[in-house]
């Protein structure tokens, strides 16, 4: 892939100046994030780190990452409806890892007593990666899809003017007109939108469910404003408020503080650290409600990697998407190797593999929000001490993504401006809302590029790794 800005990385003057544009650039248009050391204040900001310069991203690919979001969004639907699927797919995982085990409890508990919700929003990011086969060629790779708190939609929304401010001080507005406009926030929030009105109160409120420590704020006041836009009523509350101030009443609408709410929009929820026993019981009380969660526990089930390794079984995607051979073939041709560490036969041998050629590999747990991947002579370790225990079936193995690096500038705050050899992952936002058996809104809602140094194998921007970026297609 050819580096469109060789000729500006060896310049260095203009480098410097562009770097100083570019962080003033980013605080005018709103990519900001608050403070590690005041996160939930706003009278301390600064910007969320960025690339200085577009990074390439072959156009074909991009195609196709969009081309077969929708075709995701309907698999992962499939799923969330599919209760045997689930039970059956995540048997092993749930009797070796307790979170997945108490969501499983909660999504049974609640369909034992009849689901109340009749809307269903599902918002989610699937993320690839730009693998380098044998002959150099580029293949698009998915690593995995986010199905609970995507993030990023808010402040990608904003970086492409970013960088087409820095490219035309480079003296290359041409390039700066070739940067594609970006609005996942707003996408996000028609989703969630549509889901209001489905709904049915006009007086009913839509409530982000946040953490306790909120630096990425701005990011979902990106998506806030958006429904402010519309004259939707938006509250933020954490599951502690939850607990003490929600409520149900008999028809099984969620009250919060006397106001009855239609969506709840978790940014939060999604690792084991987010909860204490408080919190579970808030979150049973929210997935007995009948207001539209996004996602519902069986839309975050569907988002685990024990899950996404059970999709690359043959015959798994026909039988979950039945009649739909194109979206198949279109999923397929995305999938990375993917393996089960289950107890038996078939699980040992793939152990003793990785063991043996560890740099081939990722060891995934059933965690989101980055930084939990396991590499090299880290994962080798790992997998030896549980290569004879049923622990091992809490992770899956998938093969190692190879991308080719190309030379860029990461902008953070207090950080030495100093060139990197960087790689780039490509999501892809998709949002759907589904009445009773009718899919009412299916769209790839935008994208979101992210890029890091190569010294780090994994973790996203929330972890403090990757940064914000902006694709320029070649």
């Known amino acids: 892939m050819a580096a469109p800005w060789a000729d500006v990385l060896r310049n260095e003057p203009a480098i410097q100046e562009a770097a100083s544009v570019a962080v003033d650039a980013a605080l005018l248009e709103g990519v900001l994030m608050r403070t590690a050391g005041e996160p939930n204040a706003s009278d301390v900001v600064n910007y969320a780190p960025f690339t200085l310069l577009p990074s390439a991203v072959p156009s074909a690919l991009f195609e196709q990452a969009y081309a077969v979001q929708q075709d995701f969004n309907l698999l992962v639907d499939a799923i969330s409806q599919n209760k045997e699927f689930l039970e059956h797919t995540l048997a ?7 979170f997945t085990a108490r969501l499983f409890r909660i999504h049974m508990q609640v369909m034992e007593e009849g689901l109340a919700q009749s809307v269903f929003l599902g918002i989610n990011r699937s993320d690839y990666m730009f693998d380098c086969g044998v002959d150099g060629t580029p293949a698009l790779k998915q ?3 986010n199905t609970i708190a995507a993030s990023f939609g808010g402040l990608t929304s904003r970086t492409a003017a970013v960088h087409g401010r820095v490219l035309k001080v480079l003296g290359k507005s041409k390039e700066a007109s070739h940067l594609l406009p970006n609005n996942p926030s707003k996408g996000l929030a028609l989703g969630i939108a549509k ?18 420590i909120q630096r990425n704020i701005f990011d979902q006041r990106c998506v806030e404003n958006e429904l402010w836009n519309r004259n939707i009523r938006v509250i933020r509350k954490r599951f502690r408020d939850v607990f003490e101030k929600g409520s149900l009443d008999d028809a099984k609408r969620l009250y919060m ?3 009855e709410v239609a969506v709840v929009y978790y940014r939060e929820g999604y690792v084991p650290t987010n909860y204490d026993q408080q919190n579970w ?10 207001a539209v969660k996004c996602p519902d526990i069986a839309t975050q089930l569907a988002g685990t990697k024990k899950v996404q390794q059970e999709l690359s079984r043959p015959g798994t995607l026909e039988r979950l998407l039945p009649g739909r051979a194109e979206a198949v073939a279109r999923i397929r041709a995305t999938f990375a190797g993917l393996y089960s560490l289950d107890m038996g036969e078939e699980g040992d041998k793939i152990a003793a593999t990785a063991i043996a050629d560890p740099d081939r590999f990722v060891l995934k747990p059933q965690r989101e929000g980055g930084g939990n991947n396991l590499y090299g002579e880290e994962l080798r370790q790992v997998l030896e001490k549980i290569r004879d225990s049923p622990e091992r079936t809490s992770y899956i193995l ?9 030379m860029n500038y990461l902008l953070r705050a207090h950080s030495p401006l100093q060139v990197s050899e960087c790689i780039s992952e490509l999501g892809i936002f998709g949002v759907y809302v589904r009445q009773g058996k009718e899919m009412v809104m299916n769209e790839a809602a935008g994208h979101l590029l992210r ?3 190569i010294e780090h194998a994994d973790g996203g921007v929330a972890a403090g790794v990757a940064v914000l970026d902006t694709p320029y297609l070649v």
Do not use: H
């Not at 092993?92 to 307790?98: E, H």
């Not at 209001?196 to 469910?209: D, H, I, T």
């Not at 019981?281 to 009948?290: D, K, P, Q, Y």
């Open 281 to 290: 019981e808030a979150r049973l009380l929210l997935e007995r409600s009948r």
């Open 92 to 98: 092993s995982t749930i009797k070796v890892d307790d």
């Open 195 to 212: 889901a209001w009105e489905l709904y049915g109160s006009q007086s009913a409120v839509v409530m982000f469910l946040v953490e306790e």
């Open 398 to 406: 998938m093969d190692k993504i190879k991308p080719q690096p190309a």
């Open 451 to 453: 890029t890091k140094a």
């Open 257 to 259: 503080d006397g106001q």
């Open 143 to 145: 690593i995995e899809i």
